[in-house]
Structures are given as structure tokens and as C-alpha cells.
């Protein structure tokens, strides 16, 4: 289970629970101004557990305020993974006398036995309280062991509410006219399913190219034992109102981030920009670290968009709402110290190498060269809580550019973890580290120009 560290490995800015175990982001939506977050969340104990939705909300998607527990567990089971629409048109018929109500959707799971089927609970105040429909389940399990997540989205083809969730090796898709009776649509992912892995947190949601319109859906893949990590798949196609289709993208799986610890992400509702967050830490170790009152964390935010490289479009992101913070940057040459926990960093340069280290004599080690990127954490910190941790699959994170020449990064870390974005967002990397003490210098070796500013 979470253990207490050596010290306080609880990041400044990138989201926490007050106490226990967080995982999957639920429910995430945009409304008068206010980011809602709501999350998987055990209040009980710093492990998986019995689940809930917690709920947090922020007006710069870095500092939080946390609210009273949104949904509790109940006779058809724990409050699995979902996700919520803003009715602003009220199809729902839940808002009385002009109010607009939110509505979540969400899996029932059962403890015993696993079954899970779809219900719905709604709010009329902003998303603070919610009451649960009477008719729940609105969809019944049609005979799958694995069978949740749902995903709503306001279809503009059909005029109507459709809804994507993961059905075991492949994602269903569902139209409603009023969230509440739901039909099958499409079907994606057999054939497509390249690792063979069990589907979990898929998303669909569309971006604007210079060839016009394209949908992205995203698929959380479970980890293979001693072939593949935990990680993100995507694909790139269309959506005709019914169902999602690819073109030739290709047999080799597409994945969001080359780093271990960005699982089970999804995008913010009623946005006008895909905005994304990721759970912060690999569901393979997640019950082990080494927190101690708290598990669990959420990316930074990102900005989603698709790039056109040599091999067709791929997706980037960029963090999203930091402009404010890189005004005030300045340079940092080998041997500097840092400042502080908590900081990003922008680097241009062709090729070299980055080192955080501290009086411990760990490292955390980033590399760049012209073809490749590559992160070791194999010397960062602690790593004896989990066999898995530090691997031969979890200890270096490396992946190939997409695009030639000098390289633009951004790096984020935040006491126990670390985010890079390089080549325009097209390779990103999210990777937590457990050093005994804070990191206090920094290494610049190689044709690197480093800026740095203050991540709070």
C-alpha cells in the first residue's frame, strides 16, 4: 500500500486530493468561468478502494479548491469512471423554472461478480450536489466483463447527445436525444487493436487542420506483463454521426506520451478547445508509492491539436493557461542552481543533455539528440517500492522526433514530477520521481539554451 516517504512528495501545482487515493479524472467540464474537476477517489484510505467522485474546481486549472465529495457509492455498485454534459438546452428535462442542469454520466460497478452498466445523476446548482435518476441504469450491461467509462459529447451531425465508452478490446458508440434512453450507434477498435490490450477511458472529440476537420479518439490501454506499460493509444479518422473510422494510419499504435505515468485522460466539456488532463501515475504501481497521505495526481492541462509531419498527421500538446508564468524566465548555465521545487523550463538547441541532481547523488537525466529523446530515471530517486518501477520498462522513457532539426522544448517539474513536450508538443513525456531530497542543481551539457522560471 501508500507508504509515508522520506519526505513531502506532494506537488505545488498540479493536482492532488487533500488526503487518500485519487485516480481516473471524471466528469471534467467548463462552466461560468470555473474548470470542474471531478475524480476517482477512496476517502477512506491512500489505496484503491471503494470509489467515489470527488470534486475540486479551479479558475486557472493550477490552483484548486476542493469540494464535498459529488457522488457516494450505492445499491448498484461503486461510482466507476464518466464524465459530464452541460444541457444547456435542458433535453434532459431535469432543469425546472430556467435552471440549466448538469448531468453525469457514469458506471456502476458491482464488487461482486464486476457487473457494470451506465446511470446518470444530475445537478441544478453548478455542479456541487446531484441527485441520482430514478431509471438508473440507463444502459445494462449487454454481456461484457469490462464495459464503462462513458464518454458524452454534443453530436452536431445528428443534433443530438452521443456518447463513447470501452466495451472490453474496442469502444461502443451511443446517441440519445435526452441522456436518459441511449442506442447503440458504431462500433471501433477490434481490428484496430494493435497490443491486444483491454480498452479503458476512451474519449472522441474533433480538431481543425488545414485539410479541415478531424476526430481523435483516445483509448487508455491497459499494460501487457513484460511487453507494454500502461499508456494512451490514439487514432485519427471520422466521425459521421454514427460511428468512428480510421483511414490508413498505419499498423504500428500511436501513443500519447512516451513516459510511464499519464493514464486514463480524457478532455473538458463544454470548451470550445480540447482541453486535456491525464491521471499523473501509472496504475502499475500506483497503490505503492510512496506518498503517504495521498495517492495520485492529474497532468498539467493541455492543449490538444493534430500537426502534419512525414507520416501524416499526429497529435501534440502544448500546456495550456502557463503564458503569465514564462514572462518572467531567465537564463541557467551548467552548475546553476535551481530554484526551488517547483519550475519550467524552455530549451532550444540541436542536441544534449540535461541533469538534475542532488547531494544524494541522484539524477534525473534528460537526453536530446537529433533523431531521439530520452529520460532515465533509473538514478532519480527511490525506486524500491515497486519491482515494476524501475524495470527495463519503466526506468527509460525514449521515443523518435517527428520533426528534424533544433529542438524546442518545455519542461514542467513539480517536486515529484516531471513533463516534457518537445518538437511543437509532438513527443510528450510524464514521468513521477521520488528523490530523497529536493533536486538542487542543474546540468546544461551540449548545444542547449535553457530559460527558467518560477511554475507557481
Known amino acids: 500500500m501508500s507508504t509515508r516517504g522520506v519526505r513531502n512528495f506532494r506537488p505545488k501545482v498540479h493536482f492532488t486530493p487533500p488526503r487518500n487515493w485519487s485516480n481516473d479524472p471524471n466528469g471534467m467540464v467548463y462552466m461560468d468561468g470555473l474548470w470542474h474537476l471531478y475524480y476517482q477517489h477512496h476517502p477512506e484510505q491512500p489505496v484503491w478502494g471503494p470509489m467515489h467522485w470527488g470534486h475540486a474546481a479551479s479558475r486557472d486549472l493550477l490552483h484548486w479548491e476542493h469540494h464535498s465529495i459529488a ?19 435542458n433535453t434532459s428535462g431535469f432543469g425546472k423554472a430556467g435552471e440549466i442542469p448538469v448531468v453525469a454520466m457514469y458506471t456502476s460497478h458491482r464488487p461482486e ?26 444502459i445494462d450491461n449487454p454481456g461484457l466483463e469490462d464495459f464503462r467509462d462513458p464518454k458524452v459529447f454534443w453530436n452536431k451531425k445528428r443534433n443530438c447527445w452521443s456518447m463513447i465508452l ?24 477490434r481490428e484496430e487493436n494493435l497490443v491486444n490490450s483491454t480498452w479503458e477511458c476512451t474519449d472522441l472529440f474533433p480538431l481543425q487542420t488545414e485539410e479541415g476537420e478531424k476526430w ?3 483509448a487508455s490501454m491497459m499494460a ?11 487514432f485519427i479518422g471520422e466521425f459521421d454521426g454514427d460511428t468512428f473510422r480510421t ?12 513516459g510511464f505515468d499519464n493514464y486514463a485522460g480524457v478532455t473538458f466539456h463544454n470548451y470550445d478547445k480540447s482541453i486535456y488532463l491525464g491521471w499523473g501515475v ?31 498527421h499526429r497529435l501534440a500538446a502544448k500546456p495550456f493557461g502557463l503564458d503569465h508564468l514564462r514572462a518572467v524566465s531567465y537564463p541557467v548555465a551548467d552548475g546553476d542552481s535551481l530554484i526551488g521545487e517547483c519550475f519550467g523550463l524552455k530549451v532550444l538547441g540541436r542536441s544534449g543533455k540535461i541533469t538534475f541532481s542532488n547531494e544524494k ?8 539528440e537529433e533523431e531521439n529523446i530520452r529520460i532515465d530515471r533509473s538514478r532519480a530517486g527511490a525506486c524500491d517500492f515497486s519491482e515494476k518501477y524501475c524495470d527495463k520498462l519503466h526506468s527509460v522513457a525514449e521515443a523518435k522526433r517527428l520533426l528534424s532539426g533544433e529542438i524546442d522544448m518545455e519542461i514542467l517539474f513539480d517536486v515529484s514530477y516531471l513533463e516534457v513536450f518537445a518538437d511543437k508538443g509532438l513527443e510528450t513525456a510524464s514521468m513521477t520521481v521520488y528523490p530523497d531530497v529536493p533536486y538542487e542543481k542543474i546540468s546544461v551539457q551540449g548545444d542547449l539554451t535553457v530559460q527558467i522560471y518560477q511554475l507557481q
Open 71 to 89: 457522488l457516494h457509492p450505492d445499491e448498484l455498485g461503486y461510482i466507476f469512471s464518466g464524465s459530464m454534459a452541460y444541457d444547456k438546452e
Open 113 to 138: 461478480g464486476g457487473h457494470e452498466c451506465q446511470s446518470i445523476a444530475y445537478s441544478v446548482d453548478g455542479g456541487y450536489h446531484f441527485e441520482k435518476y430514478y431509471g438508473n441504469p440507463v
Open 166 to 189: 470501452a466495451a472490453k478490446d474496442c469502444a461502443y458508440i451511443y446517441a440519445s436525444e435526452d441522456l436518459k434512453s441511449w442506442e447503440r450507434t458504431g462500433e471501433f477498435g
Open 216 to 218: 481523435v479518439l483516445l
Open 224 to 234: 501487457i506483463p513484460g511487453r507494454c506499460c500502461a499508456n494512451i493509444q490514439y
Open 247 to 258: 483511414g490508413t494510419q498505419g499498423k504500428e499504435p500511436l501513443w500519447l506520451d512516451f
Open 282 to 312: 501509472s496504475p502499475e504501481y500506483a497503490n505503492l508509492v510512496p506518498t503517504g497521505e495521498f495517492a495520485g495526481l492529474m497532468t498539467a492541462a493541455r492543449e490538444l491539436s493534430l500537426i502534419k509531419t512525414e507520416k501524416g
Open 361 to 368: 547523488k541522484q539524477e534525473l537525466v534528460i537526453e536530446i
